[in-house]
């Protein structure tokens, strides 16, 4: 199977290493520079570019987590003037605001390079004709394949998400070969193909490239089955690039972070102490290429193992596990990324009161609902039947808005939300993964 | 002319509405007039009592979502078209009715129907105009 | 500003002659990989070889919407599949879609073309670009995209929808540039209003609307409501996406059509006859560079005029006016062709009447008779006969003017003329097919 990029991704650790030490600096020093956040982080905690001498120096400076990103909107965090930024994205934000991100021309170049790698480990090649169901827009998922697989010279179909009917006929038309969406939607399809009469044999699709949410090795194997292909994990998070941080060979024993872009650390989310290899923890990462958008030590809150040993395929890039949950509160809800807190601020909003809610998260037929249940109280009571609905509605069109996922709001009487210690439990997750 | 109504929000799930009669009832209030509007999730009940305000404070009390509304209750001839012209003159007047429910006493010959109007003096004032007979509030609730 | 000095100044007939170097090029390369030209060039008794001028191409079969479909979905490709990098379609009215495939240098021409309208139009590097075209099959939304990225300016690739979300967007992130359908921008204002914000706050400088038509009225009122220099972009996922033609910011005076990549016509939709520069007519296109789908002589059903003057930007390509409507909508009235569109024109203009009108066309003793239906609205109301009389008589003159027919004009009421979502109807033709 082919490598991208071996000289790269096969490099021997000692030199890998060495080019790590070497843009881990720069990279430190430009952001010190040019970052305000960095800087006054970087003084708080006593340390300079400057001190890092090695590799595991970096332990010894400071995080950087999802609220600075928030105090630093909407360009705060940014390295490099607005004009010589390319592209903007966003992501969903603790609050109403979203995350924003901002890429070079460098940046996007190594995006590209990142996703061709990865694409190519998943074993897609020029002859492929790639799918590309993720939906279009300041969401990076889309974005990001949608280039790899350009620059690796495979037919992209921009499809976006939803219509699964249209997405069906494209790709029986159009010969689709390669599919890239979440892992949920491809058993969507499954479930539509079935339905329909079509056997997954009658379609040209060989490799699934699936990301943006959690799964599980039992998901892999119905997809899979179901689909008659390849079904391929990988990784990644529009803080630190969007996808193509890390992706699976063909041999599936854990996605391959790009170290020479990145440099992995796993902590104790609790201390904040780093872990020897192979322990299970958050992982942390450090941009080493970013231009526009360097991050020192983000806390991902995703929750790893790390894994060095030399992999059969060749490549010398150590091996992230699939994530085994968070150590936030965050939910992936048909691969967008959901705080309570946005919608706990929506509600606060139209109430104008702390509100007692709940989240009820479950997965029907392979799509992932969110059911927000929100205690009554005078202020949001009617007795009216017709204001009443309206109510429900507009709070239902304000999360979508907001949030990016459609929620059922559901009223219920005040004191039902079972409560401890007094305060109610803010999520009840019932996906079985 | 007008009458003090509770409305209660209750979830549809069993024994919510026993709850709601059995809270009033042990507190000595009578029950004179309900409506129930629902959705697959909750239901508003509307309920006319003897005594009002001690209804809603056993409820509250209770944890129950109350709101205090004011409606009007209006005598209905009980023959054809005795209700078809009350809405007659509700509708050359430009009134909407939110929404209405029947009472369940009679008040001598007559029905008695209560009324929700997004505007209560103008509509009691085109009804008494029209020769229609506008309850009292305290005939109501003693009746 | 210009973003291709050279070819965008080039002179006429260094234009010319790169026109029929590449025009030979490309008929070659279809008679050769696509069976359909072989076939229709043979049934027309033409090949490659004889297109000795420009002129020749008029000789060469004309490509239709309907052949796309005929040869769904990849009939049409003169390359072969591993070296397309894209795949569009554009939204079939009935049925399939239309498909598209562009090789790598198709998608760097398109990124080019994209890039000088951009920059036609005013925007430049330090721009930050709201990007707000449907991304997806459709053309618009990566056309601009990597147009954008080309020029170098900060692109939001936003997408359509969620209308709050896409105003706090552009205020917060001060986006300079918009880019959707012209509609889509007032919509933009309007909300911007009901949220109760001051549209002076945003940074909005220019925006860049197309993929459906807009009047120069239309245009006034974008500006005014959004406080922004309004530019006309024209384009078809079938010739490429948008980024065929663009006003320059200059003139705000017909669309230059990027002529080293394109080559227009105008013919008479009724007899295919290719009409001189400034008559109007259908637009007619022949890629010239195209590898992945190049289409000859390809109908594009819409209406204008080519416009050869030299502009006052400096760019030496040729414009064509902003549309006036489609062939489609033609209709041919005592030999005359007319489309409601012109109607349109003189009616927008007279204050006594609302923007809803009626054509009605009927065959009398053989001759063609046509009746416009308006709705008069209360500045015209008058006991007088005499002032409603003098009304229609002015819009029967003005047509006349314009058109050279006479028609007959009859005021209706207000709200009489039936209203539907969308498209309004507005011809009712009751002559008998012939």
């Given at each position: 199977?082919?490598?991208?990029?071996?000289m790269r991704?096969?490099m021997a650790?000692?030199?890998l290493?060495?080019?790590?030490l070497t843009s881990?600096?720069?990279?430190?020093?430009?952001?010190?520079?040019?970052?305000t956040?960095y800087q006054n982080?970087?003084?708080?905690?006593?340390?300079?570019?400057?001190?890092?001498r090695?590799l595991?120096?970096?332990a010894?400076?400071p995080?950087?987590?999802k609220?600075d990103l928030r105090l630093?909107y909407?360009y705060g965090?940014f390295?490099?003037p607005l004009?010589?930024?390319?592209r903007?994205?966003?992501?969903?934000?603790t609050?109403?605001?979203?995350t924003?991100?901002g890429y070079?021309?460098?940046?996007?170049?190594?995006?590209?390079e990142l996703?061709?790698r990865?694409?190519?480990?998943?074993?897609v090649t020029?002859?492929?004709?790639?799918?590309?169901?993720?939906g279009y827009?300041?969401?990076t998922?889309?974005f990001g394949l949608?280039y790899g697989?350009?620059r690796i010279?495979a037919?992209?179909i921009?499809m976006?998400?939803?219509?699964?009917e249209?997405?069906?006929m494209?790709?029986q038309?159009?010969?689709s070969s390669?599919?890239v969406c979440t892992?949920?939607?491809?058993l969507?399809?499954?479930d539509?193909?079935?339905?329909k009469?079509?056997s997954a044999?009658?379609?040209?699709?060989r490799?699934?490239?699936?990301?943006?949410?959690?799964?599980?090795?039992?998901?892999?194997?119905e997809?899979?089955?179901?689909?008659?292909?390849i079904?391929i994990d990988?990784?990644?998070l529009s803080e630190?690039m969007?996808?193509g941080?890390?992706?699976?060979?063909?041999?599936?024993c854990?996605?391959h972070?790009?170290e020479d872009h990145f440099i992995?650390e796993?902590?104790?989310?609790?201390?904040g102490?780093?872990?020897?290899?192979g322990?299970a923890?958050?992982l942390?990462?450090t941009?080493l290429?970013?231009e526009?958008?360097?991050m020192?030590?983000?806390?991902t809150r995703d929750i790893?193992r790390l894994?060095?040993?030399?992999?059969?395929?060749?490549r010398?890039m150590?091996r992230?596990?699939?994530t085994m949950?968070?150590?936030d509160?965050?939910?992936i809800i048909k691969g967008?990324n959901v705080?309570?807190?946005?919608?706990e601020?929506i509600l606060f909003?139209v109430e104008?009161?702390?509100?007692?809610y709940q989240l009820?998260?479950?997965r029907?037929?392979?799509m992932d609902?969110?059911e927000?249940q929100?205690?009554?109280?005078e202020?949001?009571?009617?007795?009216e039947m017709?204001?009443q609905r309206?109510?429900v509605?507009?709070?239902?069109k304000?999360i979508a808005?907001?949030?990016?996922?459609r929620?059922k709001?559901?009223?219920?009487?005040?004191s039902s939300i079972p409560?401890?210690?007094g305060?109610?439990k803010r999520v009840?997750?019932r996906r079985?993964i | 002319?007008?009458?003090?109504?509770i409305?209660?929000?209750i979830?549809?799930k069993?024994g919510?509405?026993a709850?709601v009669?059995?809270?009033?009832g042990?507190?000595?209030?009578n029950?004179?007039?309900?409506?129930?509007?629902d959705?697959?999730?909750?239901?508003i009940?509307r309920?006319?009592?003897?005594?009002?305000d001690?209804?809603r404070?056993?409820?509250k009390?209770?944890?129950f979502?109350?709101n205090k509304?004011?409606v009007?209750g209006?005598?209905v001839?009980?023959?054809?078209l005795?209700?078809s012209?009350?809405l007659q003159v509700?509708d050359?007047?430009r009134i909407?009715?939110?929404?209405?429910?029947a009472f369940v006493?009679?008040?001598?010959e007559?029905?008695?129907?209560i009324?929700r109007?997004?505007?209560?003096e103008?509509?009691?004032?085109?009804l008494t105009?029209?020769?229609?007979?506008?309850?009292?509030?305290?005939r109501?609730s003693g009746? | 500003m210009?973003?291709?000095?050279?070819?965008?100044?080039?002179?006429r007939e260094?234009i010319e002659?790169l026109?029929?170097?590449?025009l030979?090029?490309t008929?070659?390369r279809v008679?050769?990989?696509?069976?359909f030209?072989?076939?229709s060039f043979r049934?027309?008794?033409?090949?490659?070889d004889?297109?000795?001028s420009l002129?020749?191409l008029?000789?060469?079969?004309?490509?239709l919407?309907?052949d796309?479909r005929?040869?769904?979905?990849?009939?049409?490709?003169?390359a072969?599949l591993?070296?397309i990098?894209?795949?569009h379609?554009s939204?079939?009215?009935?049925g399939?879609p239309?498909?598209v495939g562009y090789t790598?240098r198709?998608i760097?021409i398109?990124a080019?073309?994209m890039?000088?309208s951009f920059a036609?139009?005013g925007?430049?590097k330090?721009?930050?670009?709201?990007?707000?075209?449907?991304?997806?099959?459709?053309t618009?939304?990566?056309?601009?995209?990597?147009?954008a990225?080309k020029l170098?300016?900060?692109?939001?690739?936003?997408?359509?929808?969620?209308?709050r979300?896409q105003?706090?967007?552009?205020?917060?992130?001060?986006s300079?540039?918009?880019?959707?359908t012209?509609?889509?921008?007032?919509?933009?204002a309007?909300?911007?209003?009901?949220l109760?914000k001051?549209?002076?706050?945003?940074?909005l400088?220019?925006?860049?609307?197309g993929?459906?038509?807009w009047s120069e009225q239309m245009r006034?009122q974008?500006e005014?409501?959004?406080?922004?220099k309004?530019?006309?972009?024209?384009?078809?996922?079938?010739?490429l996406g948008?980024g065929?033609?663009i006003e320059?910011?200059e003139?705000?005076n017909?669309?230059?059509?990027?002529?080293?990549?394109?080559?227009?016509e105008?013919?008479?939709p009724?007899t295919g006859?290719?009409l001189a520069?400034?008559?109007k007519?259908?637009?007619?296109?022949?890629?010239l560079?195209?590898e992945g789908?190049p289409l000859i002589?390809?109908?594009t059903r819409?209406?204008?005029?080519l416009i050869?003057?030299?502009?006052?930007?400096?760019?030496t390509h040729?414009?064509?006016e902003?549309?006036?409507?489609?062939?489609?909508?033609?209709?041919?009235i005592?030999?005359?062709n007319v489309f409601?569109?012109?109607?349109e024109?003189?009616l927008?203009?007279?204050e006594e009447?609302?923007?809803?009108?009626l054509?009605?066309?009927?065959r009398?003793e053989?001759l063609?008779?046509?009746?416009?239906?308006?709705?008069?609205?209360?500045?015209a109301?008058?006991d007088?006969?005499?002032v409603?009389?003098?009304?229609?008589?002015r819009i029967r003159?003005?047509?006349?003017?314009?058109?050279?027919i006479?028609?007959?004009?009859?005021?209706?009421e207000?709200k009489?003329?039936?209203?539907?979502?969308g498209k309004?109807?507005r011809v009712?033709?009751?002559?008998?097919k012939?």
């Amino acid at each position: 199977m082919t490598i991208w990029n071996p000289m790269r991704e096969c490099m021997a650790r000692p030199q890998l290493e060495r080019l790590q030490l070497t843009s881990l600096r720069s990279t430190l020093e430009r952001a010190y520079r040019s970052v305000t956040c960095y800087q006054n982080k970087f003084w708080e905690a006593g340390v300079a570019p400057e001190d890092l001498r090695e590799l595991g120096d970096l332990a010894h400076f400071p995080f950087t987590t999802k609220e600075d990103l928030r105090l630093n909107y909407p360009y705060g965090m940014f390295a490099v003037p607005l004009r010589e930024v390319v592209r903007i994205h966003s992501s969903s934000g603790t609050t109403g605001k979203p995350t924003v991100v901002g890429y070079t021309h460098n940046d996007l170049n190594t995006w590209t390079e990142l996703v061709s790698r990865m694409m190519s480990a998943a074993g897609v090649t020029a002859d492929d004709i790639v799918h590309i169901a993720f939906g279009y827009g300041l969401f990076t998922g889309a974005f990001g394949l949608h280039y790899g697989a350009e620059r690796i010279g495979a037919s992209v179909i921009p499809m976006s998400s939803g219509n699964t009917e249209k997405q069906v006929m494209i790709m029986q038309d159009y010969q689709s070969s390669a599919l890239v969406c979440t892992p949920s939607y491809a058993l969507t399809l499954a479930d539509y193909l079935q339905k329909k009469g079509i056997s997954a044999d009658t379609l040209k699709l060989r490799v699934g490239l699936f990301g943006a949410e959690p799964w599980s090795e039992e998901m892999r194997r119905e997809v899979e089955a179901r689909l008659g292909i390849i079904a391929i994990d990988n990784y990644g998070l529009s803080e630190v690039m969007g996808p193509g941080v890390a992706g699976e060979c063909q041999h599936k024993c854990g996605m391959h972070i790009f170290e020479d872009h990145f440099i992995p650390e796993i902590i104790n989310p609790e201390t904040g102490k780093v872990l020897p290899a192979g322990a299970a923890g958050e992982l942390v990462l450090t941009t080493l290429t970013k231009e526009a958008f360097p991050m020192i030590r983000y806390r991902t809150r995703d929750i790893t193992r790390l894994h060095y040993e030399p992999c059969v395929c060749g490549r010398t890039m150590v091996r992230m596990e699939k994530t085994m949950g968070r150590s936030d509160d965050m939910l992936i809800i048909k691969g967008v990324n959901v705080f309570p807190t946005q919608i706990e601020e929506i509600l606060f909003q139209v109430e104008g009161c702390e509100p007692h809610y709940q989240l009820i998260v479950d997965r029907k037929e392979h799509m992932d609902t969110l059911e927000v249940q929100v205690e009554v109280n005078e202020t949001i009571f009617f007795d009216e039947m017709k204001r009443q609905r309206e109510f429900v509605s507009m709070v239902e069109k304000h999360i979508a808005t907001a949030v990016g996922v459609r929620a059922k709001v559901k009223l219920v009487e005040p004191s039902s939300i079972p409560r401890s210690e007094g305060k109610a439990k803010r999520v009840i997750d019932r996906r079985r993964i | 002319m007008k009458v003090d109504q509770i409305s209660i929000f209750i979830e549809n799930k069993s024994g919510r509405l026993a709850e709601v009669t059995r809270v009033i009832g042990e507190a000595g209030v009578n029950i004179r007039a309900l409506s129930l509007a629902d959705t697959s999730d909750f239901g508003i009940l509307r309920l006319i009592v003897d005594k009002a305000d001690l209804a809603r404070d056993v409820l509250k009390d209770k944890g129950f979502t109350v709101n205090k509304t004011q409606v009007v209750g209006v005598e209905v001839p009980d023959r054809p078209l005795g209700l078809s012209r009350i809405l007659q003159v509700l509708d050359e007047s430009r009134i909407n009715v939110e929404y209405m429910y029947a009472f369940v006493e009679r008040c001598g010959e007559n029905a008695v129907i209560i009324f929700r109007f997004d505007n209560l003096e103008e509509a009691i004032e085109a009804l008494t105009a029209n020769g229609i007979n506008v309850l009292p509030g305290e005939r109501i609730s003693g009746m | 500003m210009l973003w291709n000095d050279e070819f965008e100044t080039l002179p006429r007939e260094a234009i010319e002659s790169l026109q029929l170097k590449r025009l030979r090029q490309t008929l070659e390369r279809v008679n050769a990989t696509v069976p359909f030209y072989r076939e229709s060039f043979r049934k027309s008794g033409v090949a490659p070889d004889q297109l000795k001028s420009l002129k020749d191409l008029e000789r060469f079969p004309f490509t239709l919407k309907q052949d796309m479909r005929d040869n769904y979905p990849y009939g049409l490709f003169a390359a072969p599949l591993e070296q397309i990098v894209r795949i569009h379609a554009s939204s079939g009215t009935t049925g399939k879609p239309t498909v598209v495939g562009y090789t790598r240098r198709d998608i760097e021409i398109w990124a080019e073309v994209m890039a000088r309208s951009f920059a036609a139009a005013g925007a430049q590097k330090s721009d930050v670009i709201h990007n707000a075209y449907g991304y997806g099959l459709f053309t618009g939304g990566l056309g601009a995209h990597y147009g954008a990225e080309k020029l170098g300016a900060s692109v939001i690739p936003m997408s359509g929808g969620n209308t709050r979300k896409q105003i706090m967007i552009m205020e917060d992130f001060g986006s300079t540039v918009l880019t959707c359908t012209p509609s889509y921008s007032l919509f933009l204002a309007e909300t911007v209003r009901e949220l109760g914000k001051d549209i002076r706050n945003f940074k909005l400088k220019t925006g860049i609307f197309g993929a459906e038509p807009w009047s120069e009225q239309m245009r006034d009122q974008i500006e005014a409501a959004l406080n922004i220099k309004a530019i006309d972009i024209y384009g078809l996922s079938e010739i490429l996406g948008p980024g065929v033609a663009i006003e320059c910011v200059e003139a705000q005076n017909g669309l230059h059509i990027w002529e080293d990549h394109f080559y227009p016509e105008i013919i008479d939709p009724q007899t295919g006859d290719v009409l001189a520069d400034g008559e109007k007519g259908e637009l007619v296109i022949t890629t010239l560079t195209k590898e992945g789908i190049p289409l000859i002589r390809y109908r594009t059903r819409d209406i204008t005029r080519l416009i050869a003057e030299p502009c006052l930007c400096g760019r030496t390509h040729k414009r064509i006016e902003r549309l006036s409507g489609r062939s489609d909508d033609m209709l041919i009235i005592r030999g005359v062709n007319v489309f409601p569109s012109q109607i349109e024109s003189v009616l927008i203009n007279i204050e006594e009447i609302e923007p809803h009108y009626l054509l009605i066309v009927d065959r009398e003793e053989n001759l063609d008779t046509l009746e416009v239906q308006v709705e008069v609205n209360e500045r015209a109301f008058s006991d007088e006969i005499k002032v409603l009389q003098t009304l229609s008589n002015r819009i029967r003159g003005e047509i006349k003017d314009l058109l050279g027919i006479t028609c007959k004009v009859r005021l209706v009421e207000p709200k009489t003329i039936a209203r539907s979502e969308g498209k309004a109807k507005r011809v009712i033709d009751n002559r008998p097919k012939a």
